[in-house]
């Protein structure tokens, strides 16, 4: 026994497309949100690749002026003898 399909059923099955639709749009909205800042999160990423990499090459460029040495602060102290070291270290 087949049944017509009536007005009623019909607007009740577009209700329900609609709503998917709207659903699916949304998920769509959401995903593109997400792929943006993923590609705005890389890109920054990059970006401070990028400046590391700069500041790493000048470092390794710079040289002292001739006949200048680091400053006594900045020197490694000289060792300390074993027994000194043993107590400084406790």
Not at 51 to 71: F, I, N, V
Request: aromatic share 6%.
């Amino acid at each position: 026994m087949a049944t017509k399909p009536t007005d009623a059923s019909i607007t009740f099955l577009n209700l329900g497309k609609d709503q998917t639709e709207a659903m699916l749009n949304m998920q769509k909205e959401l995903l593109d949100a997400y792929d943006q800042s993923s590609r705005a999160w890389l890109a920054r990423v990059k970006s401070e690749g990028d400046l590391w990499s700069e500041l790493a090459k000048k470092l390794s460029e710079t040289r002292s002026a001739p006949g200048q040495s680091w400053p006594r602060s900045c020197r490694r102290p000289a060792p300390l003898p074993k027994p000194l070291r043993l107590i400084s270290n406790a």
